[in-house]
């Protein structure tokens, strides 16, 4: 099923299946990444993916501007909008597993324009979700001193997550993996501490119920421009989600591989965010001291964590949730790496962006993209608190960009396999089809229109404006731009390329010996 080219032989004679269809340029199999990452790292890392920064810091702000409702009902919308997204994405990525996923299949299925512009969009966004993450390494080590170099940790952090990225796809596999393991063990650990808390074991208020859903404004907090408001910062802790697909390319049998982890986000998302929404609202007042300001942000894990017992609990959760951050960043630098790569591979950027080491790691991409990281991370004198309220609004439209573009590729493709006659060959259905991919494309748009709702109430905030809404000028201008430059045609559905890259068997590289142990085993059990 993979198109090959007569001309090009592998050192057996063989025909070498292509990663890219180019006129211009051809991409052979010694070009493409290698498929490294194992079923065991990638789906730990999925877990990764939706447990960040946004999470452990962004439930805070949330908390702190819309009350408890408020950020139990936005995360919630955002979840089943992240869920229908992943089931659209998982059927196009178990199909055609290639790095740039999402934004490849935008380009290919839609409009070579709208590909261009989505992955060059998702790749800032990417770049700005490492700098966001090392802006937060920041506020966190606030919570035990402001002694402490603002610039120091961050950059320490930086290295070691290039260092990781740019050795090989295992390092950064194994990496990835056990710092999500961490976060999986301390989330399961925070939701039981609470239960526990809100039923009297804490050290001030006794039993609590659900009391703090009616003190002050609570349950909804600063009207429609508060609840308004969550859903930027909801779509900010979802993010990278999505990005999983982008692992297809380096990933063991991705057409058994992919499904699973797309099943499973439902699960992980009731688990992880939405019962974590729920006991954060239900324990934490919305006034808390020191929850979200200008200055510094305190996490409400944290918070939780010093409630049950002493200040030494505090600051174990403190650590682990620095840990998380390194995972975060981690996670964002590589796949903005790929991105770069496929936009280098697509003919979008230039071809330097594609060199590899012996290892097939895009090292020009790694270095390229984290230079953008760091740059952006400098920027932290503004006031770390306050430069990662605006990192967390352009990188949270940018997601709901990203969710949008994917709901109508998903659309394209199953017209594409309708009209070529290929709907049999999906290895993995989305069975919200089309409901689901439209529902997606409608309430995004809605929620991108009405989250800014803050920046124009009680007063015009100019800088929050440019943070809530610079990504939508700047997406359609440059699909413009492109489609004028190139003169891009709207791909027909009889016309679709769904033969390259589409995945056979034939690509599985040798099984490598994976590691064993209670590490493995631990894993698999949360994953499956």
């Known amino acids: 099923?993979?198109?090959?080219?007569?001309?090009?032989?592998?050192?057996?004679?063989?025909?070498?299946?292509?990663?890219?269809?180019?006129?211009?340029?051809?991409?052979?199999?010694?070009?493409?990444?290698?498929?490294?990452?194992?079923?065991?790292?990638?789906?730990?890392?999925?877990?990764?993916?939706?447990?960040?920064?946004?999470?452990?810091?962004?439930?805070?702000?949330?908390?702190?501007?819309?009350?408890?409702?408020?950020?139990?009902?936005?995360?919630?919308?955002?979840?089943?909008?992240?869920?229908?997204?992943?089931?659209?994405?998982?059927?196009?990525?178990?199909?055609?597993?290639?790095?740039?996923?999402?934004?490849?299949f935008a380009g290919r299925y839609v409009d070579d324009a709208f590909g261009f512009a989505l992955t060059w969009n998702y790749w800032f966004n990417d770049a700005v979700s490492t700098a966001a993450d090392l802006v937060a390494l920041q506020l966190l080590v606030q919570y035990w001193t402001d002694a402490f170099p603002w610039y120091a940790l961050g950059v320490i952090v930086w290295v070691l997550i290039v260092l990781a990225n740019i050795i090989n796809v295992r390092a950064y596999g194994e990496?990835?993996?056990?710092?999500?393991?961490?976060?999986?063990?301390?989330?399961?650990?925070?939701?039981?501490?609470?239960?526990?808390?809100?039923?009297?074991?804490n050290n001030d208020y006794g039993y609590i119920g659900g009391k703090f859903w009616t003190v002050g404004d609570a349950p909804f907090v600063g009207g429609i421009g508060g609840f308004a408001s969550v859903f930027v910062t909801a779509s900010f802790a979802y993010g990278g989600t999505e990005s999983i697909a982008i692992t297809a390319g380096e990933t063991k049998d991705p057409a058994r591989t992919l499904p699973k982890v797309v099943r499973n986000v439902f699960w992980r998302i009731l688990l992880f965010y939405i019962l974590s929404a729920l006991m954060i609202g239900l324990n934490i007042p919305y006034d808390y001291p020191g929850l979200s300001t200008k200055s510094s942000r305190t996490s409400p894990f944290t918070i939780a964590f010093q409630m049950a017992g002493s200040k030494a609990a505090g600051s174990f959760v403190n650590a682990v949730i620095l840990t998380s951050v390194?995972?975060?960043?981690?996670?964002?630098?590589?796949?903005?790496?790929?991105?770069?790569?496929?936009?280098?591979?697509?003919?979008?950027?230039?071809?330097?962006?594609?060199?590899?080491?012996?290892?097939?790691?895009?090292?020009?991409a790694v270095l390229a993209t984290s230079l953008v990281s760091i740059v952006l991370f400098s920027l932290s004198f503004a006031g770390s608190g306050q430069l990662w309220t605006w990192l967390q609004n352009i990188v949270g439209v940018s997601n709901q960009l990203s969710w949008v573009c994917i709901g109508i590729a998903s659309l394209r493709f199953r017209a594409g396999l309708k009209a070529q006659g290929k709907e049999h060959l999906l290895p993995f259905r989305n069975?919200?089809?089309?409901?689901?991919?439209?529902?997606?494309?409608?309430?995004?748009?809605?929620?991108?229109?009405?989250?800014?709702?803050?920046?124009?109430?009680?007063?015009?905030?100019?800088?929050?404006?440019?943070?809530?809404?610079?990504?939508?000028?700047?997406?359609?201008?440059m699909i413009v731009v492109w489609k004028l430059v190139k003169k891009t045609k709207f791909r027909r559905a009889s016309d679709m390329d769904l033969e390259t890259d589409v995945y056979t068997k034939e690509d599985v590289e040798p099984v490598q010996k994976d590691w064993k142990g209670v590490g493995k085993r631990v894993g698999t059990w949360f994953c499956f």
């Not at 790929?338 to 012996?358: C, D, E, I, Q, S």
Request: net charge positive; proline share 5%.
């Open 175 to 201: 990496l990835e993996y056990w710092l999500s393991l961490l976060k999986v063990v301390t989330i399961i650990i925070f939701i039981i501490l609470s239960i526990a808390v809100n039923a009297g074991a």
């Open 1 to 104: 099923m993979a198109t090959t080219k007569d001309a090009e032989k592998g050192p057996s004679g063989s025909p070498v299946p292509l990663s890219l269809e180019r006129s211009h340029d051809v991409l052979v199999n010694e070009d493409r990444l290698r498929r490294s990452l194992s079923a065991r790292q990638v789906q730990m890392i999925a877990i990764g993916g939706t447990i960040g920064t946004g999470l452990f810091l962004g439930t805070g702000k949330s908390l702190a501007t819309g009350g408890p409702a408020s950020l139990l009902v936005c995360y919630s919308v955002v979840g089943a909008i992240v869920y229908s997204t992943m089931l659209a994405l998982g059927e196009m990525a178990a199909f055609v597993p290639v790095a740039g996923s999402f934004c490849t």
């Open 326 to 364: 390194v995972s975060a960043g981690n996670h964002a630098l590589y796949a903005g790496s790929r991105l770069l790569y496929t936009l280098g591979a697509n003919g979008h950027a230039p071809r330097v962006f594609t060199k590899l080491t012996r290892y097939q790691i895009p090292w020009v």
């Open 431 to 477: 069975w919200t089809y089309p409901v689901g991919p439209i529902l997606c494309i409608v309430l995004n748009v809605f929620i991108i229109l009405v989250q800014g709702w803050t920046a124009f109430s009680p007063r015009f905030a100019a800088v929050d404006f440019v943070s809530f809404y610079l990504e939508l000028p700047v997406f359609l201008g």
